[in-house]
């Protein structure tokens, strides 16, 4: 039939044919764009998505317990002591060395959710004790008695001055 | 003929939407520039503030706009920065002064007939009759008292000064109505040039096409 | 060996036949004007609805306290939430107005008529969906004309005898449009735009039997049908493509024309807006609902002005085909139609003065009028032209079908 000639002739072999074909498909590609992109965290999300603390005023053994995207947050203020503790071992259960877990020795920033059911341990013992089932986790948040078996979790952090935190941006 | 009658209708809808029911709107060109906006925060922050809140703008977003931090927690005062920026009067208060509850202004660019025009027009409509009180032309019931001056200024410089500054809270509130807006005349600057390019070569094959027909 | 997937599918399904029957091959006359774009149009603007309209909904509240919130949370902090938003609104004024050309071709060229009236009730019913989707999608803002124009048309169902007032409440799901209301119009506002896919799908098999009318009137030899691809692809292609341009001018420059300022305020229950006023595309009917001075009269005339189109069929007597084209006094009655529209549809947009109430009075008198007069006017004009004399072809086709007529009678008996 003459009618597929008209697009055969026209159609799959022509340069208008591939132009426009190309063209149309990089419209309906951007076009998918902001459907997909608007599923992502909105702008008042992001912006909660990181927390700044006020370091000041905080002594050597002085714990805060801040919130960050939900979650709590210990940042302790380490001694001289607990320093030394926490460097001369690997942790536990799962080792790692404690300067890879902390950016200045004198502050460690740890989420403060158990690695094993997610409760929030106690600052007791050389450590953190968790009082739901027993796990024990040293100066470095790392675990050393199970039930859980992993260390906690580092947020992403940085210091924005000499004495302010911001907990969720590396 | 249809076609055309259906583009009369369209106008005819359109230009009502715009229109106002009885006073002349003076109207206004916005700038959106960002220099603009901020000079308008300040204005605002300075004349309007101390009533009007702006409920969905955060001062957050005043630090978007580039604003330092310190400055916007001058403004802030005791508030977190991811709330709204209110007003320094408390509600009962202005019932108590003005027997009404100043609106907030964060959308009032699109809350009225007229939008910025209204705004400008408002802000500058304000005059000192004959008895020494002040009303004003667009809105006479209004409670309002003369934020900028205008109906105490007599200089030509004076009044100059005041509409440029009327301006200038017009484009930022115009802005806080719609902070995405220069951003949706850019897309659509792309998006038409684009539909033209794509509708020209899909002309130029329809009409090759169909050309193949006896 | 994607030829050896298709075999596999094709033993197993109908898809390659499908295709080619009602897509690719499909016979189409050759000389559809673009008048004839607008179905596949309003095709588009409901995938373009729908699509916009899901992803806004993994960002909306339905709740009181909540929804005007959400939807400034929208335009202001999802990313391109602000696109999604207004791509919305604007489409469903885009969706009405493609219908209204799409509905004003069929009066023109009599498209209405035998053997496609059940097309014609189809369509009467999707127009129906839309309008109740529109409606309810309206009140989702929760903004002042949201609430007050949820408000005034639900109390119109008070009209219905003895159950008028439980009517309400039952709609309303309480003594006053509130979170029950609001709840309910998302759950519906989101099921309804499928229920209305599903009827576009019986619409257009309905179209596959009785296929396209065309703007000669009469019916195409074989020869002069032409497959749908790659001619009508192409065409409707080019004519999205005009339509895209139209629809992101509004979308992208000017969307807030088609935003009552009201609705910008939130929905206060003890302060009505000075200007109760629905969206333009329900202008007409809203002003045909305020001429008549009665309250259950004004909801009667409202429902039959809507109604009255699908019994055009039975209204138009007369035997000449090709609606407007042979027919001047029928060219002139559609018209007067829409000029009489775009008349009433003013009047309903202004605040009622004396002059605008008689204007709109007179406006639903001719409105109506035009459909009542329609069966005695066909009939005479139709008289009048045979008289007159048509172009053969017509004149033959009323003959065929008089024929075709007069042998069922015969072979009945």
Same mark, same amino acid.
């Given at each position: ?170 | ?33 960002? %220099? #603009?906006? @901020? ?7 300075? $004349? ?8 969905? !703008? ?81 809105? %006479? #019931?209004? @409670? ?7 109906? $105490? ?8 000064? !005041? ?52 | ?413």
């Amino acid at each position: 039939m003459a009618h597929d000639e008209a697009l055969g002739d026209v159609g799959r072999r022509d340069f208008l044919f591939k132009v426009t074909t190309v063209v149309g498909g990089v419209g309906v590609a951007a076009a998918t764009v902001p459907f997909v992109t608007s599923m992502n965290p909105s702008a008042d999300l992001l912006a909660k998505a990181t927390t700044e603390v006020d370091l000041a005023g905080m002594d050597p053994g002085h714990m805060r317990t801040v919130a960050w995207q939900g979650k709590p947050v210990f940042v302790l203020r380490r001694t001289e002591e607990q320093i030394k503790l926490a460097v001369a071992s690997k942790g536990g259960l799962d080792p790692v060395a404690d300067q890879q877990r902390v950016k200045q020795a004198e502050w460690l920033v740890v989420i403060g959710v158990c690695t094993h059911m997610g409760c929030v341990p106690n600052l007791e013992g050389e450590g953190w004790t968790c009082h739901c089932h027993g796990s024990q986790y040293d100066y470095s948040g790392r675990v050393v008695r199970g039930p859980a078996g992993k260390n906690l979790e580092v947020p992403p952090y940085h210091f924005s001055a000499a004495d302010k935190l911001v907990i969720g941006e590396a | 003929m249809k076609k055309q009658l259906l583009a009369l209708a369209l106008c005819c809808v359109a230009s009502l939407a715009g229109a106002n029911e009885g006073v002349k709107l003076e109207k206004i060109q916005v700038d959106p520039s960002n %220099p #603009a906006v @901020k000079r308008g925060v300040e204005a605002f922050m300075e $004349s309007c503030h101390g009533c009007h809140s702006l409920k969905y !703008i955060k001062y957050q977003d005043l630090v978007g706009l580039g604003f330092d931090k310190a400055k916007v927690k001058e403004w802030q005062g005791d508030w977190t920065i991811d709330s709204p920026v209110m007003g320094m009067m408390p509600d009962d208060a202005a019932m108590a002064s003005f027997g009404t509850i100043p609106p907030e202004l964060s959308l009032m660019a699109k809350a009225r007939d007229g939008g910025n025009n209204y705004m400008y027009s408002y802000l500058m409509g304000y005059y000192t009759g004959a008895d020494g009180v002040t009303g004003n032309h667009v809105f %006479p #019931a209004s @409670k309002m008292p003369d934020p900028l001056g205008i109906s $105490s200024a007599t200089e030509p410089a004076q009044r100059a000064e !005041i509409a440029a500054k009327a301006r200038d809270i017009v484009s930022f509130l115009n802005w806080a109505s719609d902070p995405h807006e220069q951003e949706r005349f850019r897309l659509g600057y792309y998006v038409m040039g684009y539909l033209l390019v794509l509708t020209s070569l899909l002309y130029v094959m329809k009409n090759r096409i169909w050309a193949r027909l006896k | 060996m994607s030829n050896k997937i298709m075999q596999w599918v094709d033993r197993r399904f109908p898809l390659t036949s499908f295709v080619k029957h009602d897509l690719s091959e499909y016979p189409t006359p050759r000389n559809l004007s673009y008048w004839w774009n607008f179905g596949s149009l309003a095709g588009i603007v409901l995938v373009l609805q729908v699509l916009t309209g899901i992803f806004l909904a993994m960002h909306y509240k339905a709740d009181v306290a909540q929804s005007f919130n959400s939807i400034q949370h929208i335009m202001r902090d999802v990313n391109y939430g602000w696109l999604l938003r207004y791509m919305h609104s604007t489409g469903a004024s885009a969706f009405f107005l493609v219908i209204f050309i799409h509905m004003a071709r069929t009066l023109y060229y009599g498209s209405y008529r035998a053997p496609r009236e059940l097309l014609w009730w189809t369509g009467q019913g999707l127009l129906l969906l839309l309008m109740g989707t529109a409606f309810m999608g309206y009140l989702l803002p929760w903004g002042q004309m949201s609430f007050w124009g949820a408000t005034v048309i639900t109390n119109l169902f008070r009209a219905t005898p003895f159950i008028g007032d439980q009517v309400v409440v039952w709609l309303r799901g309480d003594y006053t449009v509130g979170d029950e209301t609001l709840t309910r119009f998302f759950a519906l506002h989101y099921l309804l735009p499928f229920v209305i896919i599903g009827a576009v799908m019986v619409h257009l098999i309905a179209l596959h039997m009785v296929k396209s009318s065309n703007p000669s009137g009469i019916d195409l030899a074989d020869k002069d049908n032409i497959p749908f691809h790659p001619y009508f692809t192409i065409k409707d292609l080019y004519g999205l493509g005009v339509f895209l341009m139209v629809y992101f001018g509004f979308a992208l420059f000017f969307p807030n024309l088609l935003i009552e300022p009201a609705n910008n305020i939130p929905a206060n229950p003890m302060q009505t807006p000075n200007h109760i006023v629905p969206e333009w595309y329900f202008l007409p009917f809203y002003a045909i609902l305020r001429s008549v001075p009665n309250m259950v009269g004004g909801v009667v005339a409202m429902g039959l002005s809507v109604m009255l189109f699908a019994f055009m069929p039975f209204l138009d007597r007369s035997k000449i085909p090709g609606g407007a084209l042979y027919r001047p006094i029928y060219r002139l009655q559609f018209y007067l139609f829409i000029i009489d529209m775009m008349i009433l549809g003013y009047i309903g947009y202004v605040p009622p003065t004396d002059q605008t109430i008689v204007i709109g009075q007179i406006a639903s008198v001719v409105y109506f009028g035009i459909f009542f007069i329609l069966p005695f006017t066909s009939k005479i004009e139709e008289k009048w032209l045979r008289n007159r004399g048509l172009p053969a072809q017509v004149e033959a086709l009323i003959a065929s079908e008089e024929l075709q007529i007069a042998q069922k009678k015969s072979g009945g008996k």
